[in-house]
């Protein structure tokens, strides 16, 4: 019983994974199957920033009426797809032209400097794209949206997506290979609340704030359209562009090309992008979401209102850099959350005037509307004056706490935070 189970399970897999891979690539297209394929932008008043790609793509042949048949067909037309290389392209926007040209993978970026002011009455501003050369692809426009905040923004929010947003397991590669490839955007575990919590944090204390959602990630553009489906499936902010990278793989090196420094130097553009606004982090103990947003704080001193940490790590080599982390942010002056739920880090929110109080409910909501309705952890609170705080940061305590020395089954909720007096709760 169980072998058939195991099988039609996993004949069910291998059909999801095929259909998933068999997802054409959405652009507009010209002749011999060009396509251009703009990500969402990001921009200011003063300058606005795009990445697309342009790939060529071999039109559909099969008339198979075989399922796995086509789904294989499609699969072939995206393996042979490849970058176009020294592609020339016009970016229009506000006024303003500029020529950019592809890389060796096919990836374009755009940075423009507009004359004047997008219209103030809209959030998603019209970027025109057209393909000059190659010539042989005929006329081709696409049109890409991009996000300029309001004058209402107060602040912006820098969020990773592996074990941030939705639960991949980056700790467990199997498993994260798994729901990365197979499971879809429908499918793909969001944690309990999220959705609730980030439209809180783009709605801001007022509810009508519309604060920038940016999202950092290592993971291959190629995951862009799947990330896009899961956050509507969610009701997550998608924000103005899926921050992601190229793979680069080729047959010779199956594997990713190293990122080191990838996430850091997004976030610097971002920082210097939105120099007038201050910022919100959230990522994860798992990888090394402590370790680059440290950097941030130090780099920044009073730039980072909050940072926001998911503990799903229990390696016992992560409190080390959480305690380091916590030390930069005491310096600051910041405050930071190692939070086990979202309910946590929207609390969290809420009382430092983030979020709106009306939302917390809205967050606990969807909590407990995803299976979520074990008792609520309380926040546990390390450290008081800024010299107390490090003291007893370097005193262990913190390491104490995250290895949750109290029993219980969940990571406890901590907030480092230096401040003179307790404040009430």
Do not use: C
Not at 123 to 130: G, K, M, N, S, V
Not at 139 to 168: G, K, Q, Y
Not at 217 to 230: A, M, Q, T
Not at 251 to 275: D, E, F, Q, S, V
């Amino acid at each position: 019983m169980r072998i058939r189970v195991w099988a039609h399970r996993t004949t069910w897999a291998l059909r999801e994974l095929l259909r998933r891979l068999a997802r054409p690539g959405r652009g507009a297209a010209g002749r011999g199957g060009l396509v251009v394929q703009p990500y969402r932008g990001y921009g200011s008043a003063r300058e606005v920033f795009l990445i697309g790609r342009v790939f060529r793509q071999r039109p559909p042949r099969s008339t198979s009426k075989d399922r796995i048949g086509s789904d294989l067909a499609e699969i072939g037309r995206r393996i042979t797809r490849r970058g176009v290389a020294d592609a020339d392209l016009a970016a229009r926007f506000g006024g303003t032209q500029q020529r950019v040209t592809t890389d060796a993978d096919g990836y374009f970026r755009v940075h423009l400097h507009p004359p004047h002011a997008p219209p103030t009455d809209r959030l998603w501003h019209p970027l025109q794209l057209e393909l000059l050369s190659p010539r042989d692809a005929g006329p081709v426009h696409a049109e890409a949206d991009v996000f300029i905040p309001p004058a209402s923004a107060r602040f912006v929010v820098v969020s990773d997506i592996d074990d941030t947003v939705m639960l991949t397991g980056v700790a467990r590669k199997l498993r994260m290979l798994w729901r990365l490839f197979v499971e879809g955007a429908e499918s793909r575990t969001a944690f309990p609340g999220v959705g609730s919590f980030y439209q809180a944090l783009h709605e801001g204390g007022s509810g009508a704030e519309f604060n920038p959602m940016l999202y950092v990630s290592r993971g291959p553009w190629g995951l862009y359209e799947l990330l896009v489906d899961f956050f509507n499936a969610h009701r997550i902010p998608v924000g103005p562009i899926l921050f992601l990278r190229e793979w680069g793989l080729r047959p010779r090196r199956p594997w990713p090309r190293a990122a080191h420094g990838h996430k850091l130097a997004l976030i610097r553009n971002i920082l210097t992008l939105y120099a007038e606004l201050p910022f919100v982090l959230v990522g994860d103990s798992g990888q090394r979401d402590p370790e680059i947003y440290a950097q941030v704080v130090r780099e920044h001193p009073g730039r980072v209102k909050a940072i926001y940490i998911r503990n799903v790590s229990r390696d016992p080599k992560r409190p080390n850099a959480i305690a380091r982390l916590a030390q930069e942010v005491t310096a600051a002056g910041s405050t930071l959350l190692l939070a086990a739920d979202s309910y946590a880090m929207a609390r969290h929110a809420a009382e430092h005037g983030l979020i709106a109080p009306e939302a917390l409910s809205r967050v606990l909501a969807e909590r407990q509307a995803e299976g979520e309705t074990g008792p609520l952890h309380p926040t546990r609170h390390v450290g008081g004056s800024p010299d107390q705080t490090g003291a007893v940061i370097d005193a262990g305590v913190l390491d104490k706490e995250l290895h949750g020395q109290s029993g219980d089954q969940a990571p406890p909720n901590i907030e480092v935070e230096a401040r003179e007096k307790p404040r009430k709760r």
